[in-house]
């Protein structure tokens, strides 16, 4: 059973605390714990426009939800980590399509919110999508529990990416691969400020550096962004 187009338009009345990494503007994080400051009217009101940001039906437009799961070739049956997960817009899509899907954020305020909009979805993709917090240095992923890790929007927001990315490698299985979805280093009408951005050949780089592949680099399916596809080694 697939989840209906009504479910996937997730309601954006459920309003908590801002999500872990705001892409569209900046974040809103604090920097010493990776984690958001106690809830107030403020930070409600903003997680209001997170979500009707994150979730807002021109995001199909531009992101192209259905190009971007296609790079991480056949999900059915896989374990795919959704890293910065956010409210869940990738994640319940590939639980949609048959993978397991890890949806992970540093946040845990997005955690709940996810949580909550999970109670809502039918038994078999609920049982499929796993919802985990984690720190900012640690996705809390077990060795060789994964066979895909997807990071959209997330990746400038990583500090240490080489050391990260090198300890994050043996949770992959053999064989398997990393995508990363970010905008490109250059003046787009929304994203994170300029001088954050993360150039595509920087990625590349990293991810050399920390032991991967690069199998793919498309600057051309995506308007605002690039794609790169690495296999760990």
């Not at 009707?52 to 999900?75: A, C, M, T």
């Not at 374990?79 to 540093?106: E, W």
């Not at 305020?109 to 996810?114: G, L, P, S, T, V």
């Not at 949580?115 to 077990?142: S, T």
Request: contains cysteine.
């Amino acid at each position: 059973m697939k989840i209906t187009s009504g479910i996937l338009a997730v309601s954006v009345l459920f309003l908590l605390t801002g999500v872990g990494c705001k892409w569209y503007n900046g974040n809103n994080q604090n920097e010493d714990d990776g984690k958001v400051s106690s809830t107030d009217s403020t930070e409600i009101k903003e997680f209001e426009t997170d979500v009707q940001v994150y979730e807002s039906p021109d995001r199909v437009i531009w992101q192209k939800p259905d190009l971007v799961i296609e790079q991480l070739g056949q999900v059915d049956g896989k374990v795919i980590a959704d890293l910065g997960a956010g409210t869940g817009y990738f994640s319940r899509r590939i639980a949609n399509k048959g993978a397991t899907v890890i949806a992970i954020d540093i946040d845990p305020e997005a955690i709940q919110w996810m949580e909550e909009q999970k109670a809502k979805f039918p038994a078999e993709i609920r049982d499929r999508l796993i919802i985990r917090l984690a720190d900012k240095n640690d996705p809390h992923l077990r060795k060789n529990e994964v066979d895909i890790v997807l990071l959209v929007n997330t990746y400038s927001y990583i500090t240490d990416r080489v050391r990260y990315f090198t300890k994050l490698r043996d949770k992959i299985r053999k064989g398997g691969n990393i995508v990363i979805i970010d905008f490109k280093k250059k003046d787009t009408p929304f994203g994170p400020p300029l001088a954050d951005r993360i150039a595509a050949f920087d990625v590349e780089k990293e991810l050399s550096d920390a032991g991967y592949d690069i199998l793919k680099m498309d600057e051309e399916s995506l308007e605002y962004q690039y794609i790169i596809k690495a296999q760990r080694q």
